[in-house]
C-alpha cells in the first residue's frame, strides 16, 4: 500500500528566503506526482505535475524534482513571499481512475 | 472561478437530516471525484465517475450515495451521518485518469 509522507509538517520563513518542502513515498512505482497548495477554508490549487519519465518541472518560482528510484521530491519555492504562506500536498498516481494518494502536508508561513 | 464549483460552502446538519452536496465542472472534462478531507488526516478518496459510470468507490458507507446525472455534475447524498461524518467534502474533475485534478473549494460539513 503506498505511503506518503511529507516533513516537516510545518515550516516559518523570514520574508526572501529560499526553502525546500519533502515528500517521500513508499512504492516507486508510480504514474506521475503532483504538487498542490491549500489555503485555508479552500480546495486544493494543483502547482506542479511530474510525470513518472520526467526529472523535474518548473513554474514561475517553483520548481519540483523527483527521484523515483529513492522515492522522493521536492518543492523548491525561491525568494519566498507571504503570499507563498499557505499547505502544501503532494500526491502520488499509482493506479487508475487518478488513485491519488495524498500527504498529510507541509504548513509553510512565510512572515514579513 | 476555479471552473469546479461547490455548494453549499458550509453545512450543519443533525444525524436524522438528509440533505445533498453538489457539485459542477465547467471544464469539459470527463471524470470527478468526491474526496474527504478530515483534520490532520490525508484527503481519502470516496467515489469516482468517469463518463457518469461509477468506476470506484472506496469502501465508503452506505450514508452516502452519490449521483452522477451528467459529465458536468456530480452529486453526494446525505443521510444519517454520525459526528465523525464532519469534514471538508471536496469535489475534484479530470479530463483523463492521468491528468491534472482540478478541485473545487470544498463544502465544510459538521454533524451535529
Known amino acids: 500500500k503506498q505511503e506518503v509522507t511529507q516533513i516537516p509538517a510545518a515550516l516559518s520563513v523570514p520574508e526572501g528566503e529560499n526553502l525546500v518542502l519533502n515528500c517521500s513515498f513508499t512504492?516507486?512505482?508510480?504514474?506521475?506526482l503532483q504538487w498542490f497548495r491549500q489555503d485555508p477554508g479552500k480546495g486544493l490549487t494543483s502547482l506542479l505535475l511530474?510525470?513518472?519519465?520526467?526529472r523535474e518541472q518548473t513554474s514561475g518560482r517553483l520548481n519540483a524534482s523527483l527521484d523515483k528510484s529513492s522515492g522522493r521530491s521536492t518543492l523548491y519555492i525561491a525568494a519566498s513571499q507571504p503570499g507563498d504562506s499557505a499547505t502544501y500536498l503532494c500526491?502520488?498516481?499509482?493506479?487508475?481512475?487518478?488513485?491519488?494518494?495524498f500527504g498529510t502536508g507541509t504548513r509553510l508561513q512565510v512572515t514579513l | 472561478e476555479t471552473g469546479v464549483t461547490q455548494t453549499p460552502r458550509h453545512l450543519v446538519m443533525g444525524m436524522t437530516n438528509k440533505k445533498s452536496l453538489k457539485c459542477e465542472q465547467h471544464?469539459?472534462?470527463?471524470?470527478m471525484y468526491w474526496y474527504k478531507q478530515s483534520a490532520k488526516k490525508p484527503l481519502e478518496l470516496m467515489f469516482v465517475?468517469?463518463?457518469?459510470?461509477?468506476?470506484e468507490n472506496n469502501s465508503v458507507p452506505s450514508r452516502f450515495s452519490p449521483e452522477c446525472p451528467n459529465s458536468s455534475h456530480l452529486f453526494l447524498h446525505l443521510h444519517t451521518l454520525q459526528p465523525e461524518d464532519s469534514a471538508l467534502y471536496l469535489c475534484?474533475?479530470?479530463?483523463?485518469?492521468?491528468?491534472?485534478?482540478?478541485f473545487g473549494n470544498g463544502t465544510r460539513l459538521t454533524v451535529t
Open positions: 475534484a474533475s479530470s479530463q483523463a485518469y492521468n491528468s491534472p485534478l482540478h
Open positions: 512504492d516507486s512505482a508510480i504514474y506521475n
Open positions: 511530474i510525470q513518472s519519465s520526467q
Open positions: 500526491a502520488v498516481n499509482t493506479g487508475t481512475a487518478s488513485k491519488l494518494t
Open positions: 471544464l469539459g472534462h470527463n471524470a
Open positions: 465517475y468517469s463518463l457518469e459510470e461509477r468506476v
